[in-house]
Nanobody, 126 residues
Framework: VQLQASGGGHVQAGGSLRLSCTAS????????VGWFRQAPGKEREFVAA??????????RYVDSVKGRFSISRDNAKNTAYLQMNSLKPEDTAVYYC??????????????????WGQGTQVTVSS
């Protein structure tokens, strides 16, 4: 599977962006899809994940984005999304999407992901 991430940009604090992660080669419904982010000088960190279709595990978020971010998928478009609202300067980072078929319990672990998109920059100014 190949992943293409897009939708990043530069917004003011309080603004919104929607990131897209489009898969090719395999259907995204077969995977858990995760969004991670990496700020300069920091390690890549988990943001959100959505379970593969039919697994019933739903979604998971890091505490800092709960209530502001929403992850979803459109299987017909083979695309997963990260809707980001009420953005804060601390959300500034390169955002990556990844896919995994590992157990849902490990979905927050970066090393469990087998494929990554190229990353898209999100910059939030105060």
């Amino acid at each position: 599977v190949q992943l293409q991430a897009s939708g990043g940009g530069h917004v003011q604090a309080g603004g919104s962006l929607r990131l897209s992660c489009t898969a090719s080669g395999r259907t995204v419904r077969d995977f858990h899809v995760g969004w991670f982010r990496q700020a300069p000088g920091k390690e890549r960190e988990f943001v959100a994940a959505i379970s593969r279709s039919g697994s019933g595990f739903g979604t998971r978020y890091v505490d800092s984005v709960k209530g502001r971010f929403s992850i979803s998928r459109d299987n017909a478009k083979n695309t997963a999304y990260l809707q980001m609202n009420s953005l804060k300067p601390e959300d500034t980072a390169v955002y990556y999407c990844g896919v995994t078929q590992i157990l849902w319990a490990y979905v927050e672990e970066t090393q469990r992901y087998t494929k990554w998109g190229q990353g898209t920059q999100v910059t939030v100014s105060s």
